[in-house]
């Protein structure tokens, strides 16, 4: 926090939240601009809290741990950091639309934790407005965390955290699997397995009867009628019959390319670093570039940095290869990041995944010729999707 | 056509367009501007076609033709008028996306017709664009209409006509059936289908497997995989479900409420108009208004002007009711008309749904006071819905 | 009215007001929809003023009214037609920002009207809101009108009219002048003038002084400053020589376009309509188009239909003939019409200009050769532009 | 360059040109994406020229530099960096709409000036395309600049630079004045006088003459005539008179408020920022935030950081101080920031402005109590706009 604080880049708003909860009162008492120190902590003294957000962005620990999760997860993984001040709360008690991991960094918090409150709020798809005490019953985990501790509970799991008299609390939560629900997927591939048996089966083409509309309607739902009955069966049969028609592969492969737009960008070790892009040696000196030429040879071995960080799709334009190290720390500030590739190339990437995390010469590319085994090397390792198991010497 | 032009309110574009098809090139030559008869006609003389668009807006026995059939298709009649120079053809071969139905008005034209080319072009929901000679086979149907004939041919249905040298061509195209099959309306249906399985049904809102990303997708297609056998029946088993979920009957309302938005307004008789509120006596005379009150009593027989001119829907916002007498001949220039109706009058609009075409008296209306009987007989009249069976004198 | 109503295009807000002014609380009770007569006289009937708005879309006279004085007044006329029963108002008192000619045509109204209040609402740009009784003095005009009597008071007169206990009250009230003062036409005239100064002066384009933020600004006004005085008179010297560049015929241009798309359309007389494009007998019998060829010749005599009915606009995409023939009775409905002119027949408009209202022929037009003399007489009279002396025959 | 580049935040397109002129053709090269070093070194290596654009926001040496001159300049200061392999030119000729002053850092450079070519191009308002060499004539300045040189030319003179065979070349250019002349002045200046001669002087608001339409226009231009001249000297009387309306201290405070949002924020030296608030100790230590309030008393001397980082506006809505303090070092990236004063704290405001350099005690301000007063130091020291004399020492 002190560190997001001094580096001078934090606004109120876009990056911290200041907020208060007391005698069922949530507030937010954001003011304009930067957040420097002094306002922050004069804020803190008299008794709000303080929601970092994106911590992300500000703390390489955070951005190595959650983009380790991500992959994990196969969805995106958030968080948030939170300090709050003796004997108080921040927030009103509520549900979310995320599994959420609170991690205990420094002091205590007491928790309560209440049951989803009926069927329909069970891993619900949004979360709640904030909660009255009086909607709650009794908690189903009281319990006060202390540093090192670690808390879990899943979408739709009420929830509130306060402060003991006598310490302060700072913790983290971490979130994921917002919108990654079955039904989050039909949305993406129902449409588009209709849109496939318009194409493919005339049954779906077939007028309307010309009366259904005289006997079909919700004024005529407790009808009895032949007619009635009749399309309804054949609603529902050509409701089953898309089941033949659902790309669900290609479906999969639109949900991994928005899942690579969400992800943080790998994050890399000082050994890695060296055997990548990043660390190749170009650079100015003594009034001319040195080291510029990126030499791979058939014999230079090379794998992806990441086995999560790429994703091929067949696209109408072309064959794609979503990439996520030119993400930025902050969630969708690039534009998805993609390369077009010769449809030659998809067995070479695969390899590349399939070989993961071992090195493979680049002459073991599926390719055709030697100089495209060493172009599409190339391309790969300039874009720091490939690293090299030696760091790239110049001769 | 004459008329229309010398109404003076014909346009070039939006409501005539000249077209010439020679050589195998289709042209428009639309100048800009009122198309008046002196400019017209010179194109005529010159060997180009003229389409009338919307001619339910300048003739009134087009308007009452298409208002009858719209109510028998359930689906939206439109019209275009072509005449034809002799020994020429305004437009290249192509299919429609419509049922079609060619009334020679005066002339005589020679049509080839063509069946669909392939299974894709059976019943298609666009329509082509322009053919050339070439992609054509040998005609279904190849004949000489005269006065009087009808042609029909079906969506995907190839056609050209061109005239003979010696007779010039007038006729109507009388269409309807687009965007009206079963496709269509699972449009509709099934994200509302989907919504209300995420609403009601847990197993739609649990989280897909954490690992779905690395064994599903098209790269992974030929792979077996006891998990991919699982996530795709997991899949099929849902869309399987959704037809528990779907709400037809609502979906039917909602095409119905978008079919009456489309609707041509009704036509009335003489004896229709003097039974309505067109033809009330209210009006000005001698410095005052006269015959002003509308007295509809317990006795006043009544009945709908037409069956199809209401639809009742239950929405959000409470029971609407959807009636096409104020709609305009020019298709969608005025919004949705509908009236919101205390839900308490549901039962007497379905009453008066089910007695139409006979007359009932407004003290029959299954309101529960008599008051509410003539209030909402009266607010029915007001808006042209309603008729009776004599016309409302004066006291 | 009556016959407005009955014609059924009549829709509540877009084309009449149904409005009341009782106990200083000025109303609005438009219902939604088509204005149809049983509604409209029962408002009537309870004491509700009716405003049509726009009657010269649905009276030829007051189009034909309005489309002489909008020539004589080089500025757009507009009209509301105002019904108000006996012993009520149907309006606050309120000034407004056009000149204003009232008519009565039937019935008797009493009408206050009162001096402009300060130096500031004199001829004012804007209307007011509605005044209440309290902020008006003594009326400097009051009277009754009777069928016949026409009242006129000019832009910011505060005025109220109410009907007498025993007498209705229909007027017209025909307005003009709206946005059309020496500073709406600096309004057009001064961002010329500078971009041309910026163009051709190098004075204007100079740098500002380095220091000028320091000793300018409101926080300065008072400070006695050398370089505060050479500011503010080189600023003045800059303003005084906009006069050097101000192009003020062709601004005079840019305000006539605007004035000819505000325009209504010239009313025809009957033999005006036999000598113009609109009676040419151009038609359709007996399967074939009839007399279509437009047979101008060199001894043709011509003139312009109207004098005001043109414009000429020397504009960047070339030479602009702007006509009001193609408007629309309702305001604005139809874009800017105009053709697009070869250079050298400008002389040959200025000519007709000039000799209006005088016949010429075609012959004695200033073009090069016989083909153009005809060919633009014939495209002015296609457009309804030009008027032959006798009706065109046909040979 | 190259720190930029390692820093790893330098995209292609955004931040980074890659450009070349060769046999008169000027092309630019950006690939997308981040500018790694290794491809961009590629890139120049094959004798393309790089220009890093807003420099100031990589370097705090650009930085402090172009804030002092924009202060100096009393207009936005920016700059690009360039770097040009030996032998080759990265620009095609051409001027531009800014002073322009060339400071070379490393290598050399050929420069070739040549004076504005005509009366319309000095001092121009806009840059121009890039020109060929048949359009230049001769240079008025042909030299060679070696590190630590200056070159600067006014708007609209012609340049191009290129590299000596044996040296490469790496410049900085410093621009301003960028649309700051006097017509862009009045371009603010006088819609605002208008608006003021509309609503005080009613010769402004009188409308125009019935008849002016007839004989002002270009097609009367030529024409003598009464009523022209007399149309004409009434229009340049009130051009003439625009001068008594202008509000030039009023449109000053305008440009100034747009300048300050224009402006980079100040850089501070390490004892200026210990005498503010961005060195204020209030931080997170052992649990708690120690250090926090800020205790200004009566006898703390404060003054502006600078002068020209703060401006005081009327503004309708009330008096605004605009800051520059919270600016971004990228252009407009924060929009303009202030805070509304109460009236009565514009006196401590100007004696702050008026003391500057020299510090003030707070007591010394003019606010009427002395709780007003360390109100006003404290916010303006929570900005950043005021420093103390002394760091503030926690008691």
Known sequence: FDAALRGGEVHFGTHLD???YAEGVRETHNPSGRALPAVVWDFYQNGCSLRLLCPQAFSSTVWNF???LQEQFGSMAG???Y???PGTQGFAPHYDDIEAFVLQLEGKKHWRVYRPRRDAEVLPQFSSANLTQAELGEPVLETVLEAGDLLY?????IHQGDCLPDAHSLHITV????RNSWGDFLEKLIPAALQMALEEDVEYRRGLPMDYLQYMGVANSDTVDARRTAFVEKVQSLIKKLIDYAPIDAAVDQRAKSFLHDCLPPVLTQSEKAQSVYGFPARWQDGAPRDVDILITKDTEVRLLRHGIVRLCNEEAGV???YTTENSRVYHKEEPKFIELDPEYTDSIEFLLSSYPNHITVDNLPCETLEEKISLA???FEKGILTTKKPLVQV
């Open 18 to 20: 200041v907020t208060s």
């Open 66 to 68: 959650l983009s380790i």
């Open 79 to 81: 968080a948030n950091t």
């Open 83 to 85: 300090l709050t001040p």
């Open 153 to 157: 509970f899943p979408r739709g799991f």
């Open 175 to 178: 979130s994921s699997y917002q």
């Open 320 to 322: 794609m290869l979503y």
């Open 378 to 380: 190339t391309l790969l």
